[in-house]
């Protein structure tokens, strides 16, 4: 047994080792956020406007036969002869690709099946894509009526676009700050007020806007001469917010 005598100490000894951790201060407490005061908050939006440096041509083939291997055979025969028609006008051989291979059953249409047996297979569908990316504009539309002479039937359309978005989009950002300061400017000036230094700057929605060119019916494209092909220009928009702080 503990003497009684020893009781008193062991408790003041509790209370020592205690102190410390009682006396430990509180961490200080974060500052709240110092306002701006008087400021001006304003939206800046531009649009730049460029000339198209890549076109992607994606013409098809879609053969049908009874068996699966003839319609893939025929499907790929068509495709092999397309690549050809195209690297004939000078196309180099890594801009060519295919970009999407299929074969699917064909059921009949129209008659009426048992639900309880499986559906009947009348034959295949076999589909193959090329894709063709071009960096000479003038040569669109000349890919387009090579492909068809050489078996293509189904032109699933074209798109535009740049090397590089960024320095449009660099200088959309950059005609869209302008706009800003231009409007904090005129809302100052109404206001009978001096404008400060910028504040607060924050980058909003920014991107770019490719034309696409949709393919007429098969018959209309068979039975012109020439594919004429637009590629009109390629929109890269940007937006910003920005706050100035008004001079005192």
Known sequence: MIRSTLIPVLLAAIALTALPALAQP???????PRPFGPAITVE??????????????RLGVVAQAPGAQAAQEKANGNAGAILAAVRALGVPAAAVQTSDLSLSPLYPSGGRQD???????????????????LE????VGQVIDAGLKAGANRVDGVDFGLKDEG???????ARAVAEARQKAQAIAGALNVQLGEVIEAMEGSVGTVTPRFEARGMAAMAASTSTPVSAGQITTAATVTVRYRIAP
């Open 136 to 139: 000479r504009m003038d040569q």
């Open 167 to 173: 320095p449009a989009r660099s200088r959309a950002l």
């Open 115 to 133: 639900q309880e047996t499986e559906p009947r297979i009348v034959g295949y569908q076999a589909t193959n894509t090329v894709s063709v990316r």
């Open 44 to 57: 800046g939006t531009a649009e730049v406007r460029s000339d198209p440096e890549v076109a992607t041509v």
């Open 26 to 32: 509180a961490p200080p407490r974060a500052e709240p």
